[in-house]
Each structure stands twice: as C-alpha cells, then as structure tokens.
C-alpha cells in the first residue's frame, strides 16, 4: 500500500473551517433563525422586497428567505426595538449579529449593529483610488495582525492569501467530482497552519459552538483530516461579493471581488459596476469579468 503525506496548510485549513462553518450555518438559518426573522417581520409589519441575493442565500428557498428577512429588518432603525412583542426572536438575532464570528460590532442606529472585519476596515483606510487586491489584502493583514480579532474573515486576512479571503468574506456577506480509480492510499495529514490563525480560529470554533450548540471540530493537529477533507477549492469558482461603494456617482458604482478559474487555477478578479452582482449572478454568466 502506498503512504502519501498531505498538508494542510492555511489555505487548506481555512477552506475547510469555511465549508464546515458554511454547512453549519445554514442548517441554524434555514430553521431556527429564520424563524425569529419571520417573527420579527410580522411583529413590525415589514414585508421582504425584492432585492440582489447575495453570498450562498441563493441555493434554496429557505436561505433566500431569510436572506430577504434579514436585510428587511436590517433596514430597521433601532428605535423600532420598542415595538416587538417577541422579545426572545429579537435578543437571538442581535445575539447573533452581534457576535465575535463576525468580527468587531458597532453599535448604530440600527435595529441591528453593523460589523466591522479587517476587510471592511481595509477599505475604510484605503483611498477608493488605491482600491486592489494586492493593497487591500496587505492593509487587511496589517488589520487583523494588529488586533485579537478571530472572525472568519480576520483568520483569512491573517493569511493574506485573496483568494482564501473572497472565499470566505463571501460566507459572511449577511453579518462579508469525479473519482478516478487507483491503488489503496494511505494519508499521512501534516498540520502546517500557522499557530496565530489556529489559536484565533479555536476561539472562532468556540463561540460559533456555544452560540448555537453545535460541533465545529477544533482546530489541531488532530483534526487536520477532518480540515483537509472539508476544504474544496473546486467549489469556489463563481463566488462573488461586494465590498465596497463609491456613492460619488449616479448610480453608485459597487466595488467586487470574485473568484474564477484560470489555467485549472482559481484566481481573485476585481471588477466596479453599477449593479451589485452576487454569486448566482456571477455564476450564470461565466465569469465575464
């Protein structure tokens, strides 16, 4: 029998703790959450419009759904708060936005408080001129490195790999095969994350767990199978998410990053549009940009 050695990495790794957060995540919203989102709308008599679905809320009815709930409700001032009757629906969707899995929480006149990533505070501290992968993605790893923050997007920025942080930051957006036959393989699975993105990313695995009772392996040596095998850099292809707006023009133009294949190879394109393009968008058009 053959021994192979395989490494997991931090681009392994933090693909892996994407797709496992991801499948995770919407499992809560499909149910639990949505639920509260639905209770909410109706306490405030807000009725979900039509809008761009965003990140993964496109795959199915129930994350659209919620996807639509949600920004309806965020759209809310806080001064609302005063008017639900479901007191329980509203402490758990501020409990959830409010969490550390998406990085620093600002409190604003919202009935939700807005987030702040190390992505998002690159992009505060850019000029929109100097706006690119390569300047964004240094200034978000200067961002995280100078700070505790733990969310998803912070551990991608920490290894300042693009293409790992457009994943990821589009798992966020609402709060940013074929088998060929061979011989027996034995794996040997070598743990190479860095020990900074590891020790951030086991108390992101802590809170997501406690939050919503549930069992997002820890980040060790001992897992790196569990890691390696979750992560699926064939997936990525079509993820797209706006970051950033430049509201000097009419219509406002929205800043992207995306993820296509080039060469077998997935690679980060930037791209502006006065449309606000989403994965399904992007998908369903091949790739145009």
Same mark, same amino acid.
């Given at each position: 029998m053959e021994r192979h050695t395989v490494r997991v990495d931090n681009q392994t790794f933090l693909l892996g703790l994407d797709e496992l957060y991801r499948e995770a995540m919407k499992r809560h919203e499909r149910a639990e959450l949505l639920e509260c989102a639905k209770t909410l709308c109706a306490d405030l008599q807000v009725i979900p419009t039509e809008r761009p679905v965003e990140g993964y809320y496109g795959e199915d009815a129930e994350l659209t759904e919620y996807f639509l709930h949600m920004r309806a409700?965020?759209?809310?001032?806080?001064? +609302?708060?005063?008017?639900?009757?479901?007191?329980?629906?509203?402490?758990?969707? +501020?409990?959830?936005?409010?969490? +550390?899995?998406?990085?620093?929480?600002?409190?604003?006149?919202?009935?939700? @408080?807005?987030?702040?990533?190390?992505?998002?505070?690159?992009?505060?501290?850019?000029?929109?001129?100097?706006?690119? *992968?390569?300047?964004l993605t240094s200034r978000a790893y200067e961002i995280a490195s100078d700070g505790d923050d733990y969310s998803l997007v912070a551990l991608a920025a920490l290894a300042r790999d693009p293409l790992v942080l457009t994943a990821l930051r589009e798992s966020v957006v609402l709060y940013a095969g074929v088998v060929f036959g061979a011989a027996p393989v034995e794996k040997d699975y070598v743990w190479e994350v860095d020990p900074? *993105?590891?020790?951030?990313?086991?108390?992101?695995?802590?809170?997501?767990?406690?939050?919503?009772?549930?069992?997002?392996?820890? @980040? *060790?040596?001992?897992?790196?199978?569990i890691y390696h095998n979750a992560a699926r850099p064939w997936n990525l292809e079509g993820r797209c998410v706006r970051i950033g707006i430049d509201d000097s023009t009419i219509p406002n133009r929205h800043y992207h990053w995306a993820i296509k294949y080039a060469s077998y190879n997935p690679v980060v394109v930037e791209f502006w549009d006065t449309a606000i393009w989403t994965s399904d968008r992007y998908g369903a058009s091949r790739f145009p940009q």
């Open positions: 409700l965020q759209d809310q001032p806080g001064a +609302r708060a005063r008017e639900v009757r479901e007191r329980a629906a509203l402490e758990r969707l +501020r409990e959830v936005t409010s969490s +550390r899995l998406y990085g620093r929480r600002l409190l604003g006149e919202g009935l939700f @408080p807005a987030g702040m990533d190390a992505l998002s505070e690159a992009f505060e501290a850019t000029p929109m001129g100097e706006w690119s *992968i390569e300047n900074e *993105i590891a020790a951030r990313a086991a108390k992101f695995v802590d809170t997501f767990n406690a939050l919503f009772n549930d069992s997002l392996p820890s @980040p *060790i040596a001992d897992n790196a199978r």
